[in-house]
Each structure stands twice: as C-alpha cells, then as structure tokens.
C-alpha cells in the first residue's frame, strides 16, 4: 500500500472502494507500515527511532502501543506516555492526528479522561501521560511498556529518563520506544551506545507520500546539506560544529540543579526587521543575576514569524511572569518601533534600548567566555536555543539564517553581565 501511495496512484484504488472498505483500510496498519514504523526483531529494550520531520514517528508509536495494548504480542496493561510537557504528549501522543485517539477505529478506542491524563481501554489496559518538566511524577507508577517522544527536547532529560527506568518493572520484558528527531544531547548519545538498543533511523522523504505535494523539494531547496537540514530532515546526529563559540560539553556543564533567590532579572528582545510569514524568528530570551555574580537562563520564549503585537504581548507577559526589572530591546532594525509597540501594550513597562555597533560574532565572544568561565547556568534545557549556540560560528549559522535566539541571549547576559564587572554597556558593542 505505501508503495501505491509512493507511485501517486492511491487515489484512484481508493476511489472504486465503498465505506466499509475504506474503514477496514484506513486501520490495517499492516498494509500502511513502513519498515522503519515496524518494531524491529530480536531481543531489545529500547527501540529508537530516529527521524526527519514527517518521517512518521508518531504514527510508529501511536501504532504499536495500539498493538500492544490490543493484544498483539506481549500485551500491555500499564503504559507511560512521557512527552516534553503535559500540552505536547496530549495534543501529540493522544488528541494528535496520528496520535493513540486517531489510530484506533472507533470501536476499539480508549477512553480519555483529560483531568487524570489517563487512555482507558475495554480490556482494562491503561495509559497514564507524564511530562519530562516533572520526573518525580514518575515515581510511585509502575509499567511494562513506555512511549518517550521528542526526547532530545525534553526539560530534564536525564532525571527523567531515571525515574522512568525505575517504573519499568512489570511483567517478563519491558520495553520502551524512543521516538525522536535528533540532537547530541548526552542522553541520546548513551542510548545510541547502548548495545540493548535498537536504532532506526529515517528520512523526511521515508514518508513523502504521506506529506503535502511539494513539501519535500521545497524545503530541501532551503535547508539541503545545512546543519539544520541534516538534523530536521535527515534524522542525521551532528555534533559539534568546528570553531562554533560554543561546544554541547559547554553547555550541558551549565546545567543548573536549582535556581537561587536572583537581584535582578531581564528580558532581551531581538526582534525582526518585518513580519509575515518569510519574516525572521523574534528572540526574546529571560535571564536573572544572582549574588553571586551567576547569570541564569530562564525562558526561552522566541517565536517564529510573529506580528510586533503577539511578540510584545508575550514579553509584557513574561515581564510580569518573572517581575523582570528591565526589557533590553535591541533596535538597529527597528528605531522606537519597539519601545512603541511595547508602550502599546503595557506602557508600565521601562524599555532600554541597545544598538548593535560591532557584529554578531563579536558581541558573542565575551558571552561564550562567560560560559567557559562558569558564570552562566541553565535552568532547564532550551533546545532551540542551544542549537543555535552550537551551531554559531565565524560564519554565523550554517544554515545563513539569521541567530534570533542567540541574539537575544547575548543581550541578556551581555546586560546582565558586562554591566556588573564594569565593561562597557551593550549600546556601545
């Protein structure tokens, strides 16, 4: 069948089908399957299945929890369901359309009681969601089957993966599947070298028949042999970049276990020149000070092609969220565009304009120096964010895309930091 998708002629099949047949089709995942979306053989515990966007992951997971909690194989009576936040694995792993809701035909699907975050099925099967920003809610539960999608982005990796391998310890085989597009987190390295793991790895392009018409060759016309296109279309690990500012080592050395009591707290903004849809992404990034002469990450709250008022709503919102003490705007692009849009929403809100006289590499040098110096921790894990670190070189991004979420780093810790040790103030880097 996927095949007959892949020559473009599955319309005309489906076309001379009447509606029973077309139902009894729509849930043969059998006849759907792609090699890669079947649990691979042999004797495993973790299956990760690393993948493109599109590649149909979540169609995997959805697909073989169906399975297992139907009976098929070893059946499953406790499953996790364990995404990146409680809204993610809901409107992913369950309500999504290829989530556990869409996948079952209306006579076999679970029950979902959204107030427990609980899939109940006839047999007596269930499913409970967990979210990766609390993994202490994984202690107690007890499960012989787990679904962990989008890994490589969850907020407490590590801890969280822990708790759940303690849960794991009904019956004869437990198993877990990992579904993932990747990044070099330490976690998905170990699990990677972990000889009781089984890797599958797949493309976009695994899936095009399933995608919008065009999708695939526009987007590889963009982002083809790019970092970012390796990553996100490939399914592909990179690793470090030769000369970026900053190294995954770097970064997750400034992992920060707790937050202390904080002096002051900022919110940066590198917003862009325009908006639409071919618009570059507004940085907006949360950093705090303590006593101590420690910057602390807090939020990463950048979003992607949005109109000056959406992304100057959400900052008058963290401003008062964090009780921030100054809103750093940077406005080369901009002139008093911001602090005007700023003023539109909360005119309570103080805005520091900051101009950018030197590059984006040099302004970033002394922040990466206050990495390697242990000055700066993250509270949390900002996947995007921190992609763009890595990724941020002499040359800028690989990609040539423009920094946005670096951007607005820099000017927070640039505020918080150089101001403190009595260097220069950011208007005049």
Wanted: hydrophobic share 40%.
């Amino acid at each position: 069948m996927s095949a007959c998708a892949g020559k473009r002629l599955l319309p005309q099949f489906l076309a001379a089908l009447g509606p029973g047949e077309l139902e009894f089709l729509r849930h043969d995942w059998d006849l759907w399957a792609h090699d890669h979306q079947r649990p691979p053989p042999g004797d495993w515990r973790v299956w990760m299945l690393l993948g493109g966007r599109g590649a149909g992951k979540t169609r995997a997971g959805s697909e073989w929890l169906r399975a297992r909690a139907g009976g098929q194989g070893p059946r499953a009576g406790r499953i996790a369901l364990v995404g990146e936040t409680l809204q993610d694995a809901r409107e992913v792993m369950v309500e999504g359309v290829s989530g556990l809701l869409a996948v079952h035909p209306p006579r076999d699907r679970p029950q979902w009681l959204p107030s427990r975050r609980r899939l109940e099925w006839r047999n007596g099967a269930v499913a409970q969601v967990f979210s990766s920003e609390d993994p202490d809610a994984l202690r107690g539960p007890q499960f012989d089957l787990a679904w962990c999608d989008e890994l490589a982005k969850w907020r407490h990796p590590q801890e969280t993966w822990d708790m759940l391998q303690f849960a794991l310890r009904l019956g004869d085989s437990p198993r877990q599947l990992v579904t993932t597009t990747p990044r070099p987190i330490p976690l998905v390295k170990r699990l990677l070298a972990d000889p009781e793991t089984r890797v599958v790895r797949a493309a976009t392009e695994a899936n095009a028949a399933h995608l919008a018409r065009g999708f695939v060759s526009a987007i590889r016309a963009r982002y083809a042999g790019t970092r970012l296109g390796r990553q996100e279309l490939d399914g592909e690990l990179v690793d470090d970049r030769p000369g970026a500012l900053w190294t995954r080592e770097m970064i997750e050395s400034a992992r920060a276990e707790r937050v202390p009591e904080l002096e002051r707290i900022v919110i940066a903004i590198d917003p862009p020149a325009s908006s639409g849809r071919r618009s570059d992404a507004c940085g907006i990034v949360v950093a705090g000070l303590s006593g101590e002469g420690i910057a602390y990450v807090l939020a990463d709250a950048s979003m992607e092609r949005a109109r000056p008022a959406d992304w100057a709503a959400r900052a008058a919102r963290l401003w008062h969220t964090h009780e921030a003490d100054c809103l750093v705007a940077e406005v080369n692009q901009g002139g008093e565009m911001v602090s005007a849009v700023i003023g539109g929403v909360d005119p309570g809100i103080p805005v520091k304009a900051v101009h950018a006289s030197r590059g984006k590499l040099a302004r970033a040098e002394p922040v990466a120096l206050f990495y390697e110096q242990g000055r700066v921790r993250h509270a949390g894990a900002f996947p995007e964010l921190e992609d763009e670190m890595a990724d941020f070189g002499p040359g800028g991004l690989s990609s040539g895309r423009s920094p946005d979420r670096l951007d607005a780093l820099v000017w927070a810790l640039g505020e918080l930091l150089l101001a403190r040790r009595g260097e220069p103030r950011l208007r005049n880097l």
